[in-house]
C-alpha cells in the first residue's frame, strides 16, 4: 500500500443546525448602590410659582390651600373648592356661592335680589339676609351733632347709620348707640316703642312722648349741700345761688332725663322743709326763652309768658307757689303747658311723691303737640 495522500482544502461551511435548549437561570446578582434622592413630583398646586401673572399692578396668584387671589389694591379671592360661573364677565342665571355653612345668593333673572342665609330672596326685597340666631349690624360711625356733614360728607336722604358716642348739645345732641336716618337736613332718631317712655336729648317728633322716673334718697335730699344757679324771676339777670338739692344730681336708678330744647325736667327740694319744687335746667351755653302756664293739684300759674332760664341755672315757677306738699300722706302734680319762640308747643306734667323715710319718687312727662 502506498503513503496517505496529502489532506484536501476543507470544504465549504455547512448550514447552521438548530438552536439548542435555553440554559438555567443563573443566580441573581448583587443590589446596586442606591441612587441620589429625586425631586417631589408636581401637585398641580403648591409646586405653581405664587404669583402666576405679575403686571400693571395686578396679580394673578395661586395660594397653597388652592386659592386663586386677583389683586388691583383691593382683592378678590376664589377658593380653589368653588364653582365659578362667567358669562361676558357676569354671573349667568340664578347664582349660589356656598363656603362651609355660609351661603350668598344671586338673582340675576331680571330681578336684581341678593339673598344672604338664602338661596331664595324674598321677592319683595333687594336685599333679604335670612339667619336665626345673628342680627343686621350697620355701618357705626362717631356723629358730631344732628347737623353733621364732615364724618359722612354729602349724606343721602335715607342714609342710616348707628352712633356710637353721644355729642353735641342741646338740640343739636346726638345719643350714644343710636340708630340715625339722614333726611337731606339732619340726622333724624329712628324712635321705636322704647323712645316714647324715655327720655333724650334729640329733637321731639310731633306728637311723641317721653317720661322718667327718679329714684333719690330720702334723707340725702333734704340736707342741702352744693351751690346751684337759680332763676329768681323770668327776666335773665335774675340769677341768684342756692344750695337746695335737685333729684337728678341724687337719683339712683340711672333715669333717662327728657329735655326739651335743651330744658332738662327735674326737680328741686323746696324752701318748705321736705317738700319739693318743678323746676327746668338750662344744658345749653345760651339762656332759653318760652312761656309757661299750669294748673296744679293746689296752684295755678298764670304769669309765666316770656321766661328766660340763663344758661346753667334752674328755671323760676312752673307750680304757682314753687312748693310741692310732698310728706307719706300728701303728693302734688302739674299740667304746664309750655311753648317757644320756634313755635314748637309742650304738654309737661310733674308729679312728686315720698314714703316719708327712704325715698322721694318723681315723676315727668313730655309731649310735642305741634
Given at each position: 500500500?502506498?503513503?496517505?495522500?496529502?489532506?484536501?482544502?476543507?470544504?465549504?461551511?455547512?448550514?447552521?443546525?438548530?438552536?439548542?435548549?435555553?440554559?438555567?437561570?443563573?443566580?441573581?446578582?448583587?443590589?446596586?448602590?442606591?441612587?441620589?434622592?429625586?425631586?417631589?413630583?408636581?401637585?398641580?398646586?403648591?409646586?405653581?410659582?405664587?404669583?402666576?401673572?405679575?403686571?400693571?399692578?395686578?396679580?394673578l396668584?395661586?395660594?397653597?390651600?388652592?386659592?386663586?387671589?386677583?389683586?388691583d389694591?383691593?382683592?378678590?379671592?376664589l377658593?380653589?373648592?368653588?364653582?365659578?360661573?362667567v358669562?361676558?364677565?357676569?354671573l349667568?342665571?340664578?347664582?349660589?356661592?356656598?363656603q362651609?355653612?355660609?351661603?350668598?345668593?344671586?338673582?340675576?333673572?331680571?330681578?336684581?335680589?341678593?339673598?344672604?342665609?338664602?338661596?331664595?330672596?324674598?321677592?319683595?326685597?333687594?336685599?333679604?339676609?335670612?339667619?336665626?340666631?345673628?342680627?343686621?349690624?350697620?355701618?357705626?360711625?362717631?356723629?358730631?351733632?344732628?347737623?353733621?356733614?364732615?364724618?359722612?360728607?354729602?349724606?343721602?336722604?335715607?342714609?342710616?347709620?348707628?352712633n356710637?358716642?353721644?355729642?353735641?348739645?342741646?338740640?343739636?345732641?346726638?345719643?350714644?348707640?343710636?340708630?340715625?336716618?339722614?333726611?337731606?337736613?339732619?340726622?333724624?332718631r329712628?324712635?321705636?316703642?322704647?323712645?316714647?317712655?324715655?327720655?333724650?336729648?334729640?329733637?321731639?317728633?310731633?306728637?311723641?312722648?317721653?317720661?322718667?322716673?327718679?329714684?333719690?334718697?330720702?334723707?340725702?335730699?333734704?340736707?342741702?349741700?352744693?351751690?346751684?344757679?337759680?332763676?329768681?324771676?323770668?327776666?335773665?339777670?335774675?340769677?341768684?345761688?342756692?344750695?337746695?338739692?335737685?333729684?337728678?344730681?341724687?337719683?339712683?336708678?340711672?333715669?333717662?332725663?327728657?329735655?326739651?330744647?335743651?330744658?332738662?325736667?327735674?326737680?328741686?327740694?323746696?324752701?318748705?322743709?321736705?317738700?319739693?319744687?318743678?323746676?327746668f335746667?338750662?344744658?345749653?351755653?345760651?339762656?332759653?326763652?318760652?312761656?309757661?302756664?299750669?294748673?296744679?293739684?293746689?296752684?295755678?300759674y298764670?304769669?309765666?309768658?316770656?321766661?328766660?332760664?340763663?344758661?346753667?341755672a334752674?328755671?323760676?315757677?312752673?307750680?304757682?307757689?314753687?312748693?310741692?306738699?310732698?310728706?307719706?300722706?300728701?303728693?302734688?302734680?302739674?299740667?304746664?303747658?309750655?311753648?317757644?319762640?320756634?313755635?314748637?308747643?309742650?304738654?309737661?306734667?310733674?308729679?312728686?311723691?315720698?314714703?316719708?323715710?327712704n325715698?322721694?319718687?318723681?315723676?315727668?312727662?313730655?309731649?310735642?303737640?305741634?
Amino acid at each position: 500500500t502506498g503513503a496517505t495522500g496529502a489532506t484536501g482544502a476543507t470544504g465549504a461551511t455547512g448550514a447552521t443546525g438548530a438552536t439548542g435548549a435555553t440554559g438555567a437561570t443563573g443566580a441573581t446578582g448583587a443590589t446596586g448602590a442606591t441612587g441620589p434622592a429625586g425631586t417631589t413630583s408636581w401637585d398641580g398646586l403648591t409646586d405653581v410659582p405664587t404669583n402666576l401673572l405679575d403686571g400693571d399692578n395686578q396679580t394673578l396668584s395661586l395660594g397653597t390651600d388652592g386659592t386663586l387671589s386677583i389683586s388691583d389694591g383691593n382683592s378678590v379671592i376664589l377658593p380653589g373648592a368653588s364653582n365659578i360661573y362667567v358669562a361676558d364677565g357676569t354671573l349667568t342665571g340664578d347664582r349660589v356661592v356656598t363656603q362651609d355653612s355660609n351661603t350668598l345668593s344671586f338673582s340675576t333673572s331680571g330681578t336684581g335680589r341678593v339673598g344672604i342665609g338664602t338661596t331664595t330672596p324674598d321677592a319683595s326685597a333687594i336685599l333679604d339676609l335670612t339667619d336665626s340666631n345673628k342680627g343686621f349690624l350697620p355701618p357705626r360711625v362717631q356723629l358730631t351733632s344732628n347737623v353733621d356733614t364732615v364724618t359722612i360728607p354729602s349724606p343721602a336722604t335715607g342714609l342710616i347709620v348707628h352712633n356710637i358716642e353721644a355729642a353735641g348739645s342741646g338740640a343739636a345732641a346726638v345719643d350714644a348707640n343710636t340708630m340715625y336716618m339722614w333726611d337731606g337736613e339732619e340726622w333724624n332718631r329712628i324712635v321705636t316703642s322704647k323712645d316714647s317712655l324715655t327720655g333724650g336729648t334729640n329733637p321731639f317728633e310731633i306728637g311723641e312722648i317721653r317720661s322718667c322716673m327718679m329714684v333719690v334718697p330720702y334723707a340725702t335730699f333734704r340736707a342741702n349741700s352744693g351751690s346751684r344757679r337759680l332763676m329768681s324771676g323770668k327776666a335773665v339777670g335774675n340769677v341768684t345761688t342756692t344750695n337746695r338739692q335737685v333729684a337728678s344730681e341724687l337719683a339712683t336708678n340711672n333715669p333717662d332725663y327728657v329735655y326739651i330744647n335743651g330744658l332738662r325736667l327735674d326737680f328741686m327740694e323746696s324752701t318748705t322743709n321736705g317738700n319739693t319744687s318743678p323746676k327746668f335746667y338750662n344744658t345749653t351755653s345760651d339762656s332759653i326763652s318760652f312761656s309757661i302756664s299750669s294748673l296744679s293739684t293746689n296752684n295755678a300759674y298764670i304769669t309765666g309768658a316770656n321766661t328766660v332760664i340763663a344758661t346753667d341755672a334752674y328755671s323760676y315757677r312752673i307750680d304757682g307757689n314753687d312748693d310741692f306738699s310732698t310728706t307719706a300722706t300728701y303728693a302734688e302734680y302739674v299740667n304746664a303747658m309750655v311753648t317757644f319762640p320756634n313755635g314748637e308747643w309742650y304738654n309737661c306734667t310733674f308729679h312728686a311723691t315720698t314714703d316719708g323715710s327712704n325715698y322721694y319718687y318723681f315723676f315727668v312727662t313730655a309731649q310735642r303737640l305741634n
